[in-house]
């Protein structure tokens, strides 16, 4: 038996975007995503709780190496998004409706593989403001992914 622990690493970015389906009037999306559908963007300033899970290394004490797990953030997604436009300028956002729920499954997807041998990701924390945040742990409906 050995000892499960869960770490956390926050990291914190800002990005423009607007939500909206071009396959909808203007006025549509308006009506259904407000002020958030500005023609002209906007912007948010993101802070992202990533937790993951595993045994304590004997050897080192630690589950995870934090700096391995903070090159992987920049790396896989803050890199990407800081400063960037997420309707325009970030490949793998590529068509997708930039609400919170689309992006903290798209950076899960970027991250989940992305780990050391028995590091599991559990839960990823995604605030688009200081009053809202999505949380996701993975997709299978089954429950625990483990
Ligand atoms: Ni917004």
Redesign the pocket.
Known sequence: MSTVVKVTRRVHWNSA???YRPDWSDDRNASVFG??SNPHW???NYEMDVTVSGPIDPETGYVMDMKALKDVLEERVVGDLDHRNLNVEVEWLEGLN?TTENLVVSIWDRIVNQLPEKVRLHRIVLW?TPRNYVEYTGGDPAGDSA
């Open positions: 975007h607007r939500l002020a958030c906007h912007g948010h930039p688009e």
